[in-house]
């Protein structure tokens, strides 16, 4: 059983900065691709960052400059620091990875639980 496990998530006001953090537990051979997703009221999850095994990045145009993804491997670890926060920041955030529980290096998408963001103005 694979589980991701998210936290940071609050109230903040416009401009300000939160880091959000994911830990991956369970059974785990390998990790590949992580990431951030949100979703906002009425809207469609769509992707905030990703980070590779390798550590390349990748950012929407609504969040670059403003957010930064990171991860560490040895505690299978994703975080996301927010800065500059907005009001349109405000969503329910989820981490997601694809992992491998087993050798066979068969890759799945698991998903944490969300974790909500709100950015008052």
């Known amino acids: 059983q694979v589980q991701l496990v998210e936290s940071g998530g609050g109230l903040v006001q416009a401009g300000g900065s939160l880091t959000l953090s994911c830990a991956a537990s369970?059974?785990?051979?390998?990790?590949?691709?992580m990431g951030w997703y949100r979703q906002g009221p009425g809207k469609q999850r769509d992707l905030v960052a990703s980070?590779?095994?390798?550590?390349?990045?990748n950012y929407p145009d609504s969040v670059k400059g403003r957010f930064t993804i990171s991860r560490d491997n040895a505690n299978k670890s994703v975080y996301l620091r927010m800065n500059s926060l907005k009001p349109e920041d405000t969503a329910v955030y989820y981490c997601?990875?694809?992992?491998?529980?087993?050798?066979?290096?068969?890759?799945?998408?698991?998903w944490g639980q969300g974790t909500q963001v709100t950015v008052s103005s």
């Open positions: 997601n990875a694809d992992i491998s529980p087993y050798s066979d290096y068969r890759f799945y998408p698991y």
């Open positions: 369970g059974m785990i051979w390998s990790i590949n691709d």
């Open positions: 980070i590779s095994s390798d550590g390349s990045t």
